[in-house]
């Protein structure tokens, strides 16, 4: 099974767009697995449908158009001078291709953009455009979006569990306990560790010239 939805997804053109009503290309890849039809990726194209009928061994089905439209070679760029800081474009983007953070400049790392228009709408004040790149640009960028992908998925995932942490005074004692408890469960000498995170913190005093050596190695050789 896994390694059909690997052969799939080999085939999706890694846009990343979420067109065919799924996150990404590899959420779909899985949902054709399910059953769900495979000729919704209108950024493949009739070619890419195809492809899929013959890994499925399934009739071959048109080109469904209503999760259009195609997606150009391209990438977005943000009219930085324009840009307000608010971070909601790095929300978008699905292969964490975008920098900033709060207040601040915001731009597009083209190394990982895939093109996929998802940071358009919500920019406030319309200040990303799309510059169209060569097909061999935009496939070289598109091979390595499924790790990018799955990697902002992760982190996602984290936030939301940390979100978890708020939800409730008696959830929270819940998730508290079992925290504990899995820290009470390691094996760790921890007067050793906070012994050399002394040290650690007296070795950059040194580096940040606040203190001098003779002093640093005296404190360390008390701890
Ligand atoms: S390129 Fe877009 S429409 Fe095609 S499979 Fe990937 S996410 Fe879906
Ligand atoms: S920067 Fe915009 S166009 Fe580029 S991958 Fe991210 S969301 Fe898509
Ligand atoms: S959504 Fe627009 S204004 Fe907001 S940070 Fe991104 S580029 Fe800047």
Same mark, same amino acid.
């Given at each position: 099974m896994s390694n059909l939805i690997e052969l799939i997804n080999a085939e999706l053109p890694q846009f990343q767009c979420g067109r065919c009503e799924t996150p990404g290309c590899r959420p779909y890849a899985e949902e054709i697995i399910n059953g769900s039809p495979h000729n919704r990726c209108v950024p493949g194209g009739q070619e890419t449908a195809d492809k899929i009928s013959k890994i499925l061994n399934a009739n071959k089905l048109l080109l469904d158009h209503d999760y259009g439209p195609e997606i150009k070679p391209q990438v977005a760029y943000i009219v930085e001078e324009d @840009?307000?800081? @608010?971070?909601k474009c790095i929300d978008a983007c699905p292969v964490d291709a975008i920098n900033g953070a709060a207040n601040l400049m915001h731009n597009v790392i083209n190394d990982l953009c895939t093109g996929c228009e998802l940071c358009i709408d919500p920019c406030p004040v319309d200040c990303i455009e799309l510059i169209e790149v060569s097909e061999e640009q935009s496939l070289k960028i598109r091979k390595d979006s499924d790790h990018f992908f799955q990697l902002k998925n992760e982190l996602l995932q984290r936030k939301n569990k940390k979100t978890k942490l708020n939800k409730s005074i008696s959830e929270n004692l819940d998730i508290a306990n079992t925290i504990n408890q899995k820290l009470s469960n390691r094996n760790l000498d921890k007067e050793k560790l906070i012994k050399k995170l002394q040290a650690e913190m007296l070795d950059s005093q040194r580096v940040e010239k606040h203190m001098n050596a003779s002093d640093i190695e005296e404190l360390k050789k008390q701890l």
């Open positions: @840009c307000i800081g @608010c971070t």
